[in-house]
């Protein structure tokens, strides 16, 4: 057990809906990252925030976005989804948001869209 | 820019035997490695990290890794294989000091047979 939390484990919806992930980083880390698995594109950066601000963008279509809060827990927000968008996503933290940071990974989400 | 490449995406071994798994990098910069294993169903977990100390790094679980900077190499070997290493395992490269971005290699998926 990482430490990582993520919720819901398995998501299902339909196309042109509107899903929100959930992530709560480990006690004292400060930095949250978001990846997204698939079978085409393997595992992808998303985007990274450290201490409630956003530091790095990655492959994040505009239909996605996200958020730190004050208690540090992270949402990931998926609009207007597409079938392409079925992935398994990964939170990490780590206590900095620096090259060489241990992240420690929680155990995903899998969305599925019909 | 940087990136990862896992010259195999499938290796198979017979319990009790070496392991080797290749991974070549490219970057500008001092990277810095990562191997990450990924069991079916479950989340990433680090096995081991270099960030520019000791060329040679220990991991969990009697794994180890030696980064070869002549040869951009960044290969994981453990010297007998048990049943429970059966998994993914990534490399992954990071660069970019400021943000802790992981670029993932492909995947090498680790077969163990009795």
């Known amino acids: 057990d990482s430490g990582v939390t993520q919720t819901p484990k398995h998501l299902i919806t339909a196309t042109g809906q509107r899903v929100t992930l959930r992530c709560s980083p480990r006690s004292g880390d400060l930095s949250v990252y978001w990846y997204q698995q698939s079978l085409d594109q393997g595992l992808q950066f998303l985007i990274q925030?450290?201490?409630?601000?956003?530091?790095a963008k990655g492959n994040i279509l505009e239909r996605f976005s996200a958020q730190q809060f004050p208690d540090l827990h992270s949402e990931l927000n998926l609009s207007s989804l597409e079938l392409g968008d079925s992935a398994l996503y990964f939170c990490a933290s780590s206590v900095g948001g620096g090259q060489g940071d241990t992240q420690y990974f929680g155990p995903g989400t899998r969305l599925t869209v019909l | 820019a940087q990136s990862v490449t896992q010259l195999d995406s499938h290796v198979s071994v017979s319990e009790g035997t070496p392991v080797l798994l290749r991974c070549n990098y490219s970057s500008s910069y001092s990277p810095s490695l990562f191997w990450y294993v990924q069991h079916p169903n479950k989340g990433l977990q680090l096995l081991l990290k270099?960030?520019?100390?000791?060329?040679l790094v220990k991991g969990i679980n009697g794994f180890e890794a030696e980064f070869k900077k002549s040869e951009t190499s960044f290969h994981l070997t453990k010297p007998s294989a048990h049943m429970s290493d059966a998994a993914e395992y990534f490399c992954v490269v990071s660069e970019d000091g400021n943000t802790g971005k992981l670029i993932f290699g492909q995947g090498t998926t680790l077969q163990v047979k009795p």
């Open positions: 925030y450290y201490n409630g601000e956003e530091r």
């Open positions: 270099y960030t520019s100390a000791a060329t």
